[in-house]
């Protein structure tokens, strides 16, 4: 059965800003302050190696309720046990993803246009990934950014929850939620601050008091 999940502080762990503390320790001071899923995103790793970093995550949160995700790699995800894969528009057929990872893993799915979100199937995905909303360095083959009418327009397109990604800081989630999206997707703003828990617990913060009631 999948996991009920909270998209409201999602963190991507990036290798190399990750240096400091680890991708492993990264994740386990996050998600102490707040962060409600983690995806694993190493491009330059092996299968091999992404199984076993996912692993080490899932074990590091174990007594937590945040949810591991494995980025791209599908047969990683199978393998490591993970709540939930995410995909990008040019990986794979989410349908093709979805017969490969069952009815038990999560599924999410990148997408950059009204008409991409337009296009998504509930019945297959459970949530996009909504971005970049700005340019971000981590990751140098991202789409056009969107920005705020963009987020705004894909997120109401859109017939699953949705996640805005792309160079977000804490100063944007008064933002991110004012347009519908569920939740706010960070890299830098958390991975390799000097006190990832102290940046995510800000972050949360943030997304409490930018909540209605």
Same mark, same amino acid.
């Given at each position: ?9 999602? %963190?991507?762990?990036? $290798?190399? /800003? ?6 492993? #320790?990264? &994740?386990? !001071? +996050? ?29 590091? %949160?174990?007594?937590? $309720?945040? /949810? ?6 599908? #047969?990683? &995800?199978? !393998? +490591? ?133």
């Amino acid at each position: 059965m999948k996991k009920p999940f909270d998209l409201s502080l999602y %963190l991507v762990l990036d $290798p190399d /800003l990750c240096q400091q503390h680890s991708m492993v #320790e990264t &994740a386990r !001071e +996050a998600v102490a302050g707040g962060a409600t899923m983690v995806q694993v995103r190493h491009k330059r790793a092996s299968t091999t190696e992404r199984i076993a970093l996912a692993r080490s995550v899932k074990e590091a %949160l174990r007594n937590t $309720p945040a /949810l591991v995700v494995m980025n791209d790699d599908i #047969e990683a &995800a199978i !393998e +490591a046990g993970v709540d939930a894969l995410h995909i990008g528009q040019r990986d794979m057929p989410a349908a093709s993803a979805r017969a490969r990872i069952g009815l038990n893993m999560l599924l999410g799915l990148s997408v950059n246009s009204e008409s991409a979100a337009q296009a998504v199937d509930p019945a297959l995905v459970d949530y996009v990934g909504v971005g970049p909303v700005f340019a971000t360095p981590t990751k140098t083959d991202h789409e056009q950014p969107i920005g705020f009418a963009g987020l705004t327009r894909i997120v109401a397109a859109c017939p699953v929850p949705a996640v805005a990604i792309g160079g977000l800081k804490q100063q944007h989630v008064s933002d991110v939620l004012a347009t519908g999206a569920s939740g706010i997707a960070v890299v830098s703003a958390i991975c390799g601050t000097p006190d990832p828990q102290q940046a995510s617990r800000e972050l949360w913060e943030r997304i409490l008091a930018s909540r209605p009631g």
